[in-house]
């Protein structure tokens, strides 16, 4: 029997964009997929063609909604803290996209690190160059022409989906889910209002910003028939659909790598970790988790080679370690100024040596921020989830760091299952179907090796 069509969904990802129809039971359809446009910049530059995105993203609703009913409600899912300034007045962009990956404020964070305190407070938000508000900070510092943009009581603030929702509304919509807003910077999320006092301290005027509204239940007309219905933060999406409830510990391994440990008190705050709402739900349901990033790892790996890479029982090279972030060293640590790094040792190996290297430099990172978020020892449930958990290496070298059994979801579109379910009405979460690692004899060198990897890392952040 042929099932109906409730919804579309899309995710605007750092690398492809993809999309999918959502039928009656709740599943996927079969994806489409575009790659994302290209980033471009010198040094800490990471910028993007505003137009050339809403292009992409238009070319990929075209192609789900060839033959389907018009009027379906659309949930998307962006990318987080990547935005651009417009003016009202048909969404004409003021400046480019300027990336999440984009670290021209990290200098300014450096030398405004008497608001970390206040920040980490209200937002629970590390003050980073990740995030919107330093970098306008950094920016309005810098000179040229964003004083007068700013100023413009015409110009508004959008992130990605926003910019796409303005275009497709026809200027009818500028608004951002609490998800979105909360990576910012310039949210608090206790009162779930833009902090006056953050808006002050990063030299951002009010009327830039948009209407905070819920993640699900919004009600839009776009072109093309489509109702936007749910918007959402790219890794919430990704949390809803498979971490159940407060219980277990998500990784996810994506371009870069996140951990997310559920929490009920959104005013909890552990040091070098991040606390942030993953659903502003109808009714005043929210749901908030602790997180710990990577600010790299797919995007570490990929530069050598496809792989597979085999998981030795033996270490061969005890003097080899790697830093995979590629966009500044994350959690707990947050220092902008150390990226991707080889030990000497490393330096000198073969690519597809260098590969495990950088593969061992990962499962360190996520073991030593997986410690961070759950002090008390591993959860019960350790989900890993994304497209480097299809590496044999990854989950069993996890599961011989952890010393636990390692649950790999079969959730491939965990993203988008969940905007297509939000924007249906539906329950976001799925019935989270896994394949079980247990440790085993491969990998068990890890443990002594990560002890020789953390004096190597001590050594690096003291320069």
Same mark, same amino acid.
């Given at each position: ?268 705050? %552990? &040091? ?8 502003? #739900?109808? @009714? +005043?349901?929210?749901?908030? =988790?602790? /997180?710990? *990033? ?52 490393? %330096? &000198? ?8 290297? #950088?593969? @061992? +430099?990962?499962?360190?990172? =996520?073991? /030593?921020? *997986? ?93």
């Amino acid at each position: 029997m042929d099932l109906t069509p409730v919804a579309i969904a899309l995710d605007l990802g750092s690398t492809r964009f993809k999309g999918g129809v959502l039928f009656e039971d709740g599943q996927l359809g079969p994806i489409k997929s575009v790659p994302a446009p290209p980033l471009v910049g010198i040094g800490v530059i990471r910028e993007g063609d505003p137009q050339a995105y809403v292009e992409a993203a238009e070319d990929l609703l075209g192609a789900l909604l060839d033959g389907l009913p018009r009027g379906l409600p659309l949930g998307i899912a962006s990318q987080r803290s990547s935005f651009l300034l417009i003016d009202e007045d048909g969404g004409v962009p003021q400046t480019s996209l300027i990336s999440w990956q984009d670290q021209r404020a990290a200098s300014w964070c450096d030398a405004h690190r008497e608001l970390e305190p206040t920040v980490f407070a209200r937002t629970g938000l590390v003050l980073s160059g990740h995030y919107i508000g330093p970098k306008i900070a950094a920016m309005l510092e810098g000179g040229g022409d964003i004083a007068a943009i700013i100023s413009r009581p015409s110009t508004r603030l959008v992130t990605l989906e926003g910019f796409l929702a303005w275009k497709l509304s026809g200027g009818k919509r500028h608004a951002m889910d609490a998800t979105m807003a909360a990576r910012t910077s310039l949210f608090d999320i206790e009162s779930r209002q833009w902090s006056p006092t953050l808006l002050e301290a990063f030299g951002v005027p009010q009327h830039l910003l948009p209407e905070v509204v819920q993640t699900d239940g919004q009600d839009t007309a776009l072109r093309g028939g489509l109702h936007l219905k749910a918007t959402i933060a790219d890794q919430a999406a990704g949390a809803n659909a498979s971490l159940p409830g407060d219980d277990g510990l998500l990784i996810s391994l994506g371009t870069g790598a996140f951990l997310l440990r559920g929490c009920s008190d959104p005013t909890e705050r %552990r &040091s070098g970790f991040l606390t942030a709402p993953i659903l502003a #739900a109808d @009714e +005043g349901r929210w749901r908030h =988790v602790l /997180e710990g *990033a990577i600010s790299g790892a797919g995007t570490a790996i990929d530069r050598f080679g496809a792989g597979p890479t085999e998981l030795p029982l033996h270490d061969s090279d005890a003097e080899a370690f790697c830093i995979p972030d590629t966009a500044g060293l994350g959690s707990p640590h947050w220092r902008a100024d150390i990226g991707f790094t080889f030990s000497a040792a490393a %330096r &000198s190996l073969p690519t597809a040596d260098q590969r495990r290297i #950088a593969l @061992e +430099g990962l499962l360190f990172r =996520v073991y /030593e921020t *997986a410690q961070g978020l759950c002090p008390a020892g591993p959860p019960d449930r350790i989900l890993v989830t994304g497209g480097l958990a299809r590496e044999t290496f990854v989950i069993r070298g996890l599961a011989a760091l952890l010393g636990r059994p390692i649950e790999v979801l079969q959730l491939p579109e965990a993203v988008l299952l969940a905007a297509g379910r939000l924007a249906a009405g539906m329950s976001p979460d799925s019935d989270v179907r896994t394949d079980v690692a247990e440790p085993a004899a491969a990998g068990r060198y890890l443990g002594s090796k990560y002890g020789a990897w953390r004096t190597w890392l001590r050594r690096q952040l003291q320069g």
